[in-house]
């Protein structure tokens, strides 16, 4: 699977949007951009996901550059609930990793009240 | 509440002894996975399963084997424990096998190995 960079730590104010980044410029054009969320205490869960399109769920929504080299999560107003480490992950439906999900390290997310 | 549930939630026991982690999947999904989480390594793939047949291995040890029954749930069987092996172990559940299908994770088992 193609590598992803993520900021280690990003820090928000509750009720403001957040914009978390996501660079993968070694994307093949297969490759879908999923996003996963692990709360405090909690196994991980999902978030949203792509392939070129910008996508909304009532989570959050997916901004998928041009080139899609980068992508960007987009929490339209944080709340305290959101604090959370986010995993950027690409998933490859032909690759050879059959149904895992390979985690780095993710952009651990504070939210100040 | 992501419907996958896991058995127990807390683990400690002694270097050297053997323990199984339980995990039962959402209603109707046939593939589940496990996962480790250690404060060194992050949250790592173990093995999957999908109706009853071992589908894919990762950075599983040797010292650690997995089944999934015929009702589906699973088990994972850490033996000859070392402290190394302390860790969160979730195991989560999909529909089908296939990679762009939603995990649910279950809430985790926290092992402590003295």
């Known amino acids: 699977d193609a590598k992803t960079t993520q900021p280690n730590s990003m820090e928000s104010n509750e009720e403001e949007p957040v914009h978390l980044p996501c660079n993968h410029s070694?994307?093949?054009?297969?490759?879908?951009i999923h996003w996963y969320r692990q709360l405090p205490s909690q196994g991980p869960e999902y978030v949203i996901h792509g392939l070129t399109s910008n996508v909304n769920n009532r989570m959050a929504s997916l901004a998928i550059a041009e080139d899609r080299k980068s992508s960007t999560l987009i929490l339209h107003r944080a709340t305290l609930r959101d604090a959370a480490v986010y995993y950027c992950i690409l998933r490859d439906p032909d690759g050879g990793s059959q149904g895992n999900l390979i985690f780095g390290k993710g952009t651990k997310l504070s939210v100040k009240p | 509440d992501s419907g996958v549930t896991q058995t127990p939630k807390h683990l400690i026991t002694a270097t050297g002894q053997r323990v199984t982690l339980r995990c039962s999947p959402r209603?109707?999904?046939?593939?589940v996975y496990w996962y480790q989480q250690s404060l060194d390594q992050g949250l790592q793939f173990l093995i999957q399963y999908y109706n009853g047949e071992e589908r894919a291995k990762g950075n599983i040890l040797e010292r650690f084997s997995a089944q999934q029954f015929p009702d589906l749930h699973s088990e994972l069987n850490l033996s000859s424990l070392e402290l190394g092996d302390s860790a969160l172990y979730f195991c989560?559940?999909?529909?089908?096998?296939?990679?762009?299908?939603?995990?649910?994770f279950g809430p985790g088992t926290r092992l402590l190995v003295l």
């Open positions: 070694t994307i093949s054009g297969t490759d879908y």
């Open positions: 209603s109707g999904d046939l593939s």
């Open positions: 989560a559940s999909s529909v089908g096998p296939i990679l762009q299908e939603t995990q649910y």
